[in-house]
């Protein structure tokens, strides 16, 4: 991308070099510490106040899931402004699966990556948190190539077995559970995979 209407502003003690990405609730920024030179990912909160909460959110639930296959979080900024992030620099999945077309992923490569992106999500579930949005954009590869599961701005806190209601439906319909599309978030998808199959189809049919 590398165009973006901050960069060359300065938030905290970085510096913001490349527009990296836009999503729901904001734009990242590959950012460069002023003092020692590291190179970091800012997410700039630059959407309406509505989604501050979502954007407060997403920065908690990294600080909870700390893992070795998730993304990490350096700070963040308690009024909800940016968030600040390691830089993967070796793209996204999605990009990946493009640079392969028409050839899929080597088979190698695809196990190792559902391996630790599985690791991240059952950790993520120990820790009560359910992702919501994953997709090839959202999983990242740092500089061993690592596989790394990031944007949390949808996740939700569950107990195991708890099943919650929510106002808005969110998510990337491609890749969102069936209950999903009836404003549910589960624990236990399986089970209201099987609960609400008949009412989901008519749903999907007409995306």
Do not use: C
């Amino acid at each position: 991308m590398g165009e973006g209407l901050y960069v060359g502003t300065n938030v905290g003690n970085y510096s913001l070099k490349k527009l990296l990405g836009v999503g729901s609730y904001g734009e990242v920024y590959l950012a460069e510490h002023r003092g020692n030179g590291r190179h970091v990912a800012i997410k700039l909160m630059t959407n309406p106040p509505l989604k501050q909460t979502g954007f407060l959110e997403e920065a908690r639930n990294l600080f909870i899931v700390r893992h070795k296959y998730v993304l990490p979080i350096f700070d963040f900024d308690p009024e909800g402004r940016y968030i600040v992030m390691e830089y993967a620099p070796n793209g996204t999945l999605k990009d990946r699966i493009k640079q392969y077309q028409p050839r899929m992923l080597p088979l190698p490569d695809a196990v190792t990556i559902i391996s630790q992106i599985g690791k991240a999500l059952h950790y993520a579930r120990t820790q009560s948190i359910v992702h919501r949005d994953l997709k090839p954009a959202n999983i990242l590869f740092n500089a061993n190539d690592d596989a790394l599961l990031a944007d949390l701005g949808i996740s939700l806190a569950l107990e195991a077995g708890e099943t919650a209601q929510v106002k808005y439906i969110e998510g990337t319909y491609q890749y969102m559970a069936p209950e999903q599309f009836i404003g549910e978030v589960s624990a236990t998808p399986s089970v209201l995979f099987s609960k609400h199959w008949k009412k989901i189809v008519p749903i999907v049919t007409k995306v």
